[in-house]
């Protein structure tokens, strides 16, 4: 089982940055892509960023791309998550997620493992 803590989240002013870290314990080894997902009040859970751990492949969802970094430290099994150029529609508990290799990397389903997730709000 794959343990999932996520760290960094807060307020922000649109236009300011935050750093989300996801820290990943247990059995690790059949992790291969690690994700992001936000979900804002009354709206479905949605895909941020994936990365694979062994190719260090990423992945962004178009309305974060340009804007969000994701990046891996494999030392420490460790997930990041740079946003830039925050916006107010960025506001949303934002989970990690752990998965193994799938043919796609949107879906919910398709992780199996998941933190409890931080809250960030970016105040306009």
């Known amino acids: 089982q794959v343990r999932l803590v996520e760290s960094g989240g807060g307020l922000v002013q649109t236009g300011g940055s935050l750093r989300l870290s996801c820290a990943a314990s247990?059995?690790?080894?059949?992790?291969?892509?690690m994700g992001w997902f936000r979900q804002a009040p009354g709206k479905e859970r949605e895909f941020v960023a994936c990365i694979f751990w062994s190719e260090s492949s990423t992945y962004y969802a178009h309305a974060v791309k340009g804007r969000f970094t994701i990046s891996g430290d494999n030392a420490k099994n460790t997930v990041y998550l740079q946003m830039n150029s925050l916006k107010a529609e960025d506001s949303a508990v934002y989970y990690c997620?752990?998965?193994?290799?799938?043919?796609?990397?949107?879906?919910?389903?398709?992780?199996?493992?998941w933190g409890q997730g931080t809250q960030v709000t970016v105040s306009s």
């Open positions: 997620a752990a998965g193994p290799k799938t043919v796609s990397v949107t879906p919910i389903d398709f992780y199996d493992a």
């Open positions: 247990g059995r690790t080894v059949g992790v291969y892509k």
